[in-house]
């Protein structure tokens, strides 16, 4: 039996030692495995890293233009006229043009009247001159005959 002591002693040496090859060989298997699943997923990170970066970018670029755009449009309606004061202020535009309108055909008729009146009122001067020219011409000639007769 010492025998089969030893065999089996020397059989659970080779063993153990196979076993600690192969748990040695498992282990580095294992270590490279990780390391190599940190190299992945740190280089998963880092490209994360850069897509949050330049989403947040884009972002601020387009939050940029989008709050330039908002401020143009409301410069843009702080210059529009609301539609109550538009409509108010035609309606008064057009109440002072029929004002106008009035006003100017009551000018126009009142010069048009003066026109006619200056006019017959040259007409009766002329006639009035006319008639005063032929009436002292008459008495003229008349004094003139009559002063022939008185002395021949």
């Known amino acids: 039996m010492p025998d089969s002591v030893e065999t089996l002693r020397v059989t659970l040496d080779e063993r153990h030692a196979l076993y600690m090859t192969k748990f040695d060989s498992s282990e580095k298997a294992v270590g490279a495995a990780l390391a190599a699943q940190e190299k992945l997923v740190s280089a998963a990170f880092e490209s994360s890293e850069k897509a949050i970066v330049k989403a947040e970018e884009a972002q601020r670029a387009y939050n940029e233009r989008s709050n330039e755009f908002r401020g143009q449009l409301d410069d843009q309606a702080k210059m529009l006229i609301p539609r109550a004061e538009a409509i108010q202020r035609f309606d008064a535009l057009d109440k002072i ?38 009436g002292c011409g008459s008495i003229i000639t008349l004094l003139y005959f009559l002063a022939q007769r008185a002395h021949p």
């Open 97 to 134: 043009v029929s004002d106008l309108q009035r006003g100017e055909s009551r000018i126009t008729g009142g010069s048009e009247a003066t026109g006619k009146a200056r006019q017959q009122a040259n007409w009766i001067i002329g006639l009035v001159v006319t008639i005063l020219i032929f």
